[in-house]
């Protein structure tokens, strides 16, 4: 551990003195130091610290698994064309979700919700290319103080792949591949004791971290180049350009194995110490961009897809930003052009969606990607089904706790989309997700209650039978997991500050409504799911839903005033 912790704070004591003037104590540090002392002693004399001690021996296992970017419809018991039996197997065994959603379209901000039970707004990670706090407080510290072994294997993003002296990165070039380091560092890692990361989406370059040490074991072992994954992979970090279709990785070196292989080996681990386990497998696909190998690229006819069309006129009554996704190339980057400002970046999905990376978007173009999406989901679904496997094997099925959801949606040509980006439709707000618990949670039943991510943590928490801190704004859902008549939740907020101001909007979700408004835009998106549900006619405008818009706007205020987190409770009148 000493080494892990030195090689770690090689990236990070730089900052110590950043750190250490904003909090206040680094101009005296002695002085500061005995003072709190001081007041720690006389703190101590009358309320002397009460060790609480929470036993886990009776608490289930938790596994969470995910996928990243997953279209709620796009699995097995949703819809008949694609092929997950593995998921429609734990589906069988627990509750299905069907009005899950999101609190972030993106994935730094909702990952980060997953491990804090807080907003984008309160744990800071509030868009992409930003990094979580270190300093904020994990459900896997919780866990870990409680007795947990706590892991994540995958995709972690809770920070930005560009890295400064100000904010440092261990996702960011060069430290991702700085395998010296890699070697050495396995935890702790935002509230996790072990973690054995990956950073690239599909074959792009920012492939590194513990990913490639274990393809370079694994070739060194087989008698191969252990160098020989750089062909798999784009340039500079590879030798390859950028792949569509089939990608020429051999499947056996795929992160969908070392995600699964890896978790396996987590959870025997644990098993093997008579430990309970918090096991994050963290799953890249079906994330573009439309790569993966072997049998699975040609799994699916783009024949035989469904390819969402446009309906003409849908956009006329809807935000101008996305009227112009439909736009040249030319018109659309004139006009996105207004969204960049100081402390942004590039605003993902304010482009023209009438071409790809590249590439025109056809029919045809799109039944392919479709295709491809189809695969990625049916290939994850099988190393899915390892894991699922390993957890029966092992004998801990009746007391493991399993949630699968993912991060958010994605467009294949809804509404004329084909990139996420500030386009609040129900395809990139709703996520797939199921609960498994034998006995405790029921099997194969389907369910309408409304969830949110953010509320993963606290549920997570009360599970393994520990208090939910005030400060996670998520709500324990246990309950309402077990019986979906209580504890019924009657609305989700959906936060997405893309930019500082230029493009920050908020969702208000209810039984039957969904209401969209921006900072600094004066229009809107108003929806009757129940009439509407492929969401074609934005109300925002009609004057004969005036009146309900702003008892929706009403409502969507004391929503957010709501979702306030406390630091702590009012332990005197004054």
Known sequence: MVNKVRSYSKYFLVNMGVLGSLAGFATEPRDSLTTNNQIENEYAKVWPQVESVTSVANSPNLLLITSDQQHWMRIGYNDPNIQTPNLDRLASRGVIFDRAYTVNP???????????????????????????????????????????????????????????????????????????????????????????????????????????????????????DPKAWKAWFRMPTGTSKAQYGEWNIPEEYHYNVFIAERTNAMLEEAVKNDQKFFAWASFFDPHPSYIVPGKWASMYDPEDMQVPKLVPGELDDMPEHYQMTQASPKEADAYFK????????????????????G???????????????????????????????????????????????????????????????PFHYEDVLKVPMIASWPGIIPQGKRTEALQSLVDIAP???????????????????????????VDVRNHVLIENRHQPTTIYQKTYINNRYK???????????????????????????????????????????????????????????A
């Open 106 to 224: 993106t994935c730094t901000p909702t990952r980060a919700s997953l491990i804090t039970g807080k907003f984008p707004s309160q744990h800071g990670a509030w868009s992409l290319g930003t990094k979580l706090p270190e300093d904020e407080k994990f459900i896997g510290d919780y866990l870990s103080d409680a007795g947990y072994f706590t892991t994540l294997i995958g995709k972690a993003h809770f920070q930005q792949l560009k890295g400064t002296s100000e904010y440092p990165s261990l996702e960011a070039y060069p430290v991702l591949q700085d395998y010296e380091f890699w070697e050495e560092f396995t935890g702790p890692f935002y509230g996790f004791d072990h973690v054995e990361l990956c950073r690239n989406h599909t074959d792009e370059a920012h492939v590194g971290q513990h990913y490639v040490l274990w393809m370079e074991k694994k070739l060194a072992a087989e008698g191969k």
């Open 338 to 357: 207004k969204f960049q400002e100081e402390n942004g970046n590039w605003c993902h999905g304010f482009h023209s969606h009438t071409t790809y990376a």
């Open 359 to 421: 590439a025109k978007v056809t029919e045809a173009r799109k039944a392919r990607d479709m295709a491809i999406y189809y695969g990625m989901i049916s290939m994850m679904d099988h190393y899915i089904g390892k894991i699922l496997d390993k957890v029966d094997e092992l004998g801990i099925a009746d007391n493991t706790l399993i949630v699968f959801t993912t991060d958010h949606g994605h467009f294949l040509g809804e509404h004329g989309l084909v990139a996420k980006g």
């Open 459 to 485: 549920t997570l928490m009360a599970a393994a039978g520990l208090k939910v801190p005030l400060t996670m704004a998520g709500q324990n859902r246990l309950e309402n997991w077990k019986d979906d008549t």
């Open 515 to 573: 209401l969209t408004w921006y900072m600094l835009q004066d229009e809107g998106e108003l929806f009757d799911l129940k009439n509407d549900p492929q969401e074609l006619h934005n109300l925002w405008n009609k004057q004969e839903y005036k009146e309900l818009k702003l008892e929706l706007l009403l409502k969507a205020l004391k929503a957010d005033m709501q979702k306030e987190p406390l630091v702590m409770p009012r332990v005197g009148a």
